[in-house]
């Protein structure tokens, strides 16, 4: 018996749950199979990210979807 991957989740402790946590606020671009996404990172949990877009939308991005991102610095 195998026991499954969690390093794609944002789990408390990982490098990923930190980098989330000091960005929570920030503007984001993310890269999907499905496209590009950009918005205002708002919350996130182990699998999935929430952002607000600038037509104020709620976009839910689920991380194992997650080609690449980035933040954009502030000014």
């Known amino acids: 018996m195998t026991t499954p991957s969690v390093s794609h989740l944002i789990t408390p402790g990982s490098t990923l749950f930190s980098l989330m946590t000091r960005h929570k606020g920030s503007l984001m671009t993310i890269s999907t199979t499905a496209g590009m996404e950009q918005g205002i990172l708002t919350a996130f949990d182990p699998s999935y990210l929430t952002l607000v ?23």
């Open 53 to 75: 877009t600038d037509t104020n939308q709620t976009r839910y991005v689920l991380v194992m979807n997650i080609a690449s991102f980035s933040f954009e610095p502030a000014y």
